[in-house]
């Protein structure tokens, strides 16, 4: 049973930047098809922010953040991290790591992913 826990939330500013981790564990991470990362605003659906892929290609990205978010893991560590620079008042939300073990055609909406954690609060104030 995979377990997700992130870590690395906080209030910021707009304009700075902030690192957040998820930790896996019960499952191999590189056995994992997709891990990815969603936020959701209060009052809001949730978000799809990126995704990446254990067994390798390129990360995914939303256009809303395309340029200033990078996805990134440590195979080793079984870590999942999402560097966020630039920050906007607009990606303030709760942020969730989601993994998912099967083979999918898609990891970008909810439903592609059977797992989350349990998310970490980032706030950008202006």
């Known amino acids: 049973q995979v377990q997700l826990m992130e870590s690395g939330g906080a209030s910021v500013q707009a304009g700075e930047n902030l690192k957040l981790s998820c930790a896996t564990s019960?499952?191999?991470?590189?056995?994992?098809?997709?891990v990815g990362w969603f936020r959701q605003a209060p009052g809001e659906e949730r978000e799809w922010v990126a995704s990446?892929?254990?067994?390798?290609?390129?990360?995914e990205y939303a256009d809303s953040v395309k340029g200033r978010f990078a996805a990134s893991q440590d195979l080793a560590r079984n870590m999942l991290y999402l560097q966020m620079n630039s920050l906007k008042p607009e990606d303030t939300g709760m942020y969730t790591c989601?993994?998912?073990?099967?083979?999918?055609?898609?990891?970008?909406?909810?439903?592609?992913?059977?797992?989350w954690g349990q998310g970490t609060q980032v706030t950008v104030s202006s």
């Open positions: 989601a993994a998912r073990q099967t083979w999918s055609v898609r990891c970008r909406t909810p439903a592609d992913f059977t797992t």
């Open positions: 019960g499952h191999s991470y590189g056995g994992l098809f997709c």
């Open positions: 990446i892929f254990p067994g390798g290609g390129s990360p």
